[in-house]
């Protein structure tokens, strides 16, 4: 009789420590996920100015396009939060898809290795962010779920556990408008 009191508090302890251990392996994987974001999004940036300064070598009176591009690319550099990168990404996809679109009425500039070299790496680079979103949103959908559901979300309340955004690169009726591109 003396036994079952010790082995419920026991296993008490047990699940605290396996929930709250379960929380910071998940709140970490998510923190290793969005760096992983991070980085693929610094490549994207580091590569934007170079393709830029190759498209104005034969494009030089597309000026608001350049400028748009850079002015887009700043504000995805400076945003805060995951919303805000949010938005400032999917400006900065839009106005890319404007320059692809520039680059189409020079075939001077199509042939140009450079710019197929920068076109084929932006490329790549654009594969493996959505890869990286794609992790992240898994990582933080399961750390969330393990947040909400009970009774793990009176453990997660007690320690600071609370849900997590998801990256989203484009809403849905974004997604679904046609491309304008005007000169």
């Known amino acids: 009789m003396i036994f079952i009191p010790i082995i419920l508090l ?16 998940l709140k970490e994987r998510t923190n290793n996920a969005w760096s992983q974001v991070e980085i ?3 490549r994207r940036y580091d590569l934007i100015p170079n393709l ?18 850079t002015q887009a690319r700043t504000a995805a550099m400076g945003a805060q939060s995951i919303t805000d990168l949010s938005i400032a990404e999917n400006q900065l996809s839009g106005t890319l898809k404007t320059l692809f679109a520039v680059a189409e ?4 500039l199509k042939a140009d290795s450079n710019f197929k070299e920068l076109q084929q790496e932006l490329s790549n ?7 990286s979103r ?15 559901v009970f009774p793990n979300s009176i453990l997660a309340g ?22 304008k591109v005007e000169f």
């Open 125 to 131: 680079t654009e594969s493996k962010i959505a890869f």
């Open 52 to 69: 830029v300064n190759t498209v104005k070598g034969y494009a030089t009176h597309e000026r608001g396009t350049f400028e748009k591009i």
């Open 158 to 179: 007690m320690f600071n556990f609370y849900q997590l955004e998801y990256f989203n690169l484009e809403d849905e009726k974004e997604a679904r408008k046609s491309i």
């Open 10 to 25: 026991v296993l008490v302890a047990v699940w605290l420590i396996s929930t709250y251990n379960g929380f910071v392996v």
């Open 134 to 148: 794609q992790f992240y949103n898994d990582t933080v959908q399961k750390y969330n779920v393990k947040v909400k």
């Open 40 to 42: 693929q999004l610094k």
């Open 105 to 108: 009425n020079y075939p001077e």
